[in-house]
Each structure stands twice: as C-alpha cells, then as structure tokens.
C-alpha cells in the first residue's frame, strides 16, 4: 500500500515539486518500503529518531528535519541532514550555524513565514524576514535555501489558498530583493497530506505527506 501511495502521489505532481515523506513515528521497515519504491526525500520530526533511523536505514536517504528546532538537539542530525525546514528565528539561525561549524559543514535552511491565522504557529513575520541582511552576513555554515509555511488549519479552502499565495508573494519578494542573484534560494515547502494539492496550485516545491502515503500514526508511542 505504501507503494501504491507513493506512486499515485508522484503522477500527480507536476514537474519541479518534490516529496517528501514524512515518517515520523513509522518503523524502519515502513521506510524501506517506501525506499524501495523509489522514494529518497524523507522527513522527521524528533531529533533522536531522525538520528537512529539515519543510522540504520540507506545512506542514500536525503534526510530533512521538519520539526521545531530545539537548539540542545542540533547535534543529532546536523551532521548529515540534508535540510532543516521551519527555522523561526534568528536566534536558530545562528543556533545552525555554530552546530554546523562544530560539524564541519554547511547546513541549507528554509525559513519558516507565519502566514497562518493561528497565534500556535511559528515563524518569521513577514516583515522580519526583509530586515535579515546583517544577521545573514554574519552565518558562514547556513545556506538559506528557501521558504517553509504552514497554512491555517480549516476546512476552509480559500482560507488555505489565501495564506500559501502570501507565502508565495513573499517569497518572490525575497527571491528579487535580499536573496537577488542566489540561485539556492529556490524551494517553497507549503503543503501537508490535507492540503497539499492547493499549496502544489501556488507554487510549492516541496511538499510533505505523511498519513497520504504511510496511514494514521500511533502518537501513544511518542516517548514523553
């Protein structure tokens, strides 16, 4: 079923956007299913598991953190991780450059824009994200690759639309002004199992799904 899943997600998906799946909480043996299927982007969410998975799984695997960042659990994963989604603030910002520097590598980020009308969610204001041109300077280990946003939880269709077009506009913004002349500075991961193909209509790059692909999750085994 995993297969079959993966597959009727990938022929929808129009040229340039990308899947991520989202595995957090599933077996090894769910992943390798889904690795033999083709799939190669997957995406965590716990700093530990991320680690331990990485560990046993294909080293082929493009590994991307999609949870909150908590800075103490960096150097779990930015060792290898291929990308860090939802960086909120320029305190995890510099948080990733300094792990990274421990690692010896260069770590690509997306930040993450709060467009969502939820005070829960996290996420740059969007007029943060015009004024980042001096702490940007000073990171030396982060490439900023890109947007993450999360869109408002509700049924309400043109609600969800509404807020992945304001992603979408402000990462055009930055795409012509502070990221101008950056070639990296190239994805916008919008887009969930529930909502995914809105934020595929304006113009995500990465999408990330999880129960479309591997079913309802087990939260019970969440270790507290």
């Given at each position: 079923?995993?297969?079959?899943n993966i597959?009727k997600?990938?022929?929808?998906?129009p040229a340039?956007?990308?899947?991520v799946?989202v595995s957090?909480?599933?077996?090894?043996e769910?992943?390798a299913?889904a690795?033999?299927?083709?799939?190669?982007l997957f995406?965590e969410?716990?700093?530990?598991?991320?680690?331990?998975k990485?560990a046993?799984?294909?080293?082929?695997i493009?590994?991307?953190?999609?949870?909150h960042?908590?800075s103490?659990?960096l150097?779990y994963?930015?060792p290898f991780?291929s990308?860090i989604?939802?960086v909120?603030?320029?305190e995890?910002l510099e948080d990733?450059d300094?792990?990274?520097a421990?690692a010896?590598?260069t770590?690509?980020?997306?930040?993450q824009?709060?467009v969502?009308?939820?005070e829960?969610k996290?996420?740059?204001?969007p007029?943060e994200?015009?004024?980042?041109?001096a702490?940007?300077a000073?990171l030396?280990h982060?490439?900023v690759?890109g947007?993450?946003?999360?869109?408002s939880?509700?049924d309400?269709?043109?609600?969800?639309?509404?807020?992945f077009?304001?992603a979408r506009?402000?990462?055009e913004?930055?795409?012509a002004?502070?990221f101008?002349?950056?070639?990296?500075?190239?994805?916008l991961?919008?887009?969930?199992?529930?909502?995914?193909?809105?934020?595929?209509?304006?113009?995500?790059t990465?999408i990330?799904?999880g129960?479309?692909i591997f079913?309802e999750?087990d939260y019970?085994k969440?270790?507290?």
């Amino acid at each position: 079923m995993i297969a079959e899943n993966i597959a009727k997600i990938q022929a929808a998906l129009p040229a340039g956007v990308r899947l991520v799946a989202v595995s957090k909480l599933k077996p090894n043996e769910d992943i390798a299913e889904a690795y033999r299927a083709g799939q190669r982007l997957f995406g965590e969410n716990y700093a530990t598991e991320l680690r331990d998975k990485a560990a046993a799984l294909p080293k082929d695997i493009e590994w991307h953190f999609i949870g909150h960042l908590q800075s103490k659990q960096l150097k779990y994963y930015v060792p290898f991780v291929s990308m860090i989604h939802g960086v909120d603030s320029v305190e995890h910002l510099e948080d990733v450059d300094h792990a990274a520097a421990k690692a010896g590598r260069t770590v690509d980020v997306l930040l993450q824009v709060h467009v969502a009308q939820e005070e829960t969610k996290f996420g740059f204001a969007p007029e943060e994200l015009e004024t980042l041109d001096a702490p940007l300077a000073s990171l030396a280990h982060v490439r900023v690759c890109g947007l993450m946003a999360m869109a408002s939880h509700t049924d309400d269709v043109a609600r969800v639309r509404a807020d992945f077009r304001q992603a979408r506009r402000i990462f055009e913004r930055l795409q012509a002004g502070l990221f101008a002349g950056q070639a990296s500075f190239d994805e916008l991961s919008m887009g969930m199992s529930h909502d995914w193909q809105v934020a595929v209509d304006e113009g995500s790059t990465l999408i990330r799904l999880g129960t479309s692909i591997f079913g309802e999750r087990d939260y019970s085994k969440l270790k507290r």
